[in-house]
């Protein structure tokens, strides 16, 4: 047990519930509100429409740190599946394994044009344009012009809503390093004659060509109710439909004023806050107001419709999910539930297609009434050949908001100009998680901010610089063998200032 303390929490996500659970665990007391006044886990939840259990975008549970599979396991110890991992791209009216297979690509593609890629490749590994600052500069780099306008430009732009051009070279350097094209056509070529995925020279085997993961057998949700249930067994109160209104910093004190959806108030006092919501909403709440109120407005978000379709099952396909690159439709992915795990499915004559849009909140297709989605979401699964109108049985809608941070050339100095700020003047504020550090970190990489939080507070000191998980992207490729070298890497030395904070 520590001394009393108490600690409010604003998020009910991988990160603010990983928190309370650890916290209350060693006799904290913790109070979470969650605007959401039915599902905790953010976007690592579980809808449930009519008996059909979808995500919001699926969630591979694989990770590095044995810390967090071991928090996995010990939450949910009998209800993980392994699931064998299968995806494609459609483009240009065909379909393409993913990770790519070498023949496969080569008679999609056909003689000619692979061979334009093969030549771009060398052209733009022999002359690379130094130090790119922007996607398309940094996959150009790596994978060459005609291979980046194939398989990244027409998806990465449905994803953002933006130019390559415009979005900054730090995402390709943080979700896609690690991969380059000499392991992927290796791998593709061993998968082609049905061989295990090809190592890197350290071993380890790069996480975009793993073959199978981790599921828990009724979606990611199950996860985070559990986590949930526990932390209320251990006395943590977890507040459903509470959107944060003020945060208040008196002398040694934070005050977190909320507002219930029936318009009542709800007033937590404690001496540390840790906070998943949004950059841009927390510092709106946060007073005395900073001087950073400009670079947290200046924060993009970029935001998710998924139109879940209930579908006759003898028109359903093996994949996990399936990458849409065609501009002529303006889907972006496609997910089938079933092939995440039969139990997301009540009947088995159904199953459930995932159909992901990607948008800006007020745009046209987030103001689009639920008809007009579903029946665009039915003439898009027919243009693409995957399904025909008359199979599909029944359709629902789910809007998620401020579901990705955007990396656009205004982000970084941004954050930076928050981080400072918070470090001199808002003492036991932390940010954790994807949204509230604005970092597109994964759901593990979430997790691992919080418990390293956690240990800073219970330590009342900062052992750990937060900031920096998953500052290199393999971090999370590099297989078990690497989990304490990553907490090494984030551990601060004596007399080290966690990168952001002011001396």
Known sequence: MVEAKKVA????????????????????SVEVIEADP????????????????????????????????????DMLPDDFIERPRLSRIYYAGKFYSYPLKAFEAFANLGPLESARC???????????????????????NQFGERLFAIFFKTYTEKVWGMSCDEISADWAAQRIKGLDLVSAVLDGVRRSIKARPAPKPDGAVIKTLIESFQYPRRGPGMMWEETARKTRAQGGVIHMGATLDRLQRTEDRWRVTARRRDGSGLCIEAGDVISSAPISEL???????????????????????????????????????????????KVGRIQNFRSWSPEMVPDEKLTCLGLEYFCFEGDGLWSASD???????????????????????????????????????????????????????????HLVGRNGMHKYNNQDHAMMTAMLTVRNILAGEALYDIWSVNEDAEYHEEGASGARDALASVRLTPGRVPAGAVE
């Open 9 to 28: 929490i604003i998020g009910a996500g991988p990160a603010g519930l990983t928190a309370a659970y650890l916290l209350s665990k060693e006799g904290v």
């Open 38 to 73: 039915d599902y905790v886990g953010g976007i690592s939840r579980t809808v449930n429409y009519k008996g059909f259990l979808f995500d919001i975008g699926g969630h591979r549970f694989f990770s590095k740190s044995k810390e967090v599979v071991d928090f996995w396991r």
């Open 118 to 140: 093969v030549l771009s490749y060398m052209r733009r590994r022999t002359f690379p344009k130094r130090n790119p600052a922007s996607f398309h500069d940094w996959v150009a």
């Open 283 to 329: 510092i709106a709440a946060l007073e005395p107001a900073p001087d950073c109120r400009p670079a947290a407005e200046g924060l993009r978000y970029r935001d998710f419709i998924t139109v879940a379709l209930v579908v006759d099952g003898a028109h359903s396909f093996p994949d996990n999910w399936i990458y849409i690159h065609d501009p002529k439709v």
């Open 371 to 429: 008809d007009e989605l579903i029946a665009l979401a039915r003439r898009e699964l027919a243009a693409i050949g995957l399904v025909g109108d008359s199979a599909v049985k029944d359709g629902c809608v789910v809007r998620q908001k401020k579901a990705y941070p955007v990396y656009d050339e205004d982000y970084r100095r941004n954050v930076q100009a928050i981080r400072e700020e918070l470090a001199a003047r808002y003492p036991g504020l």
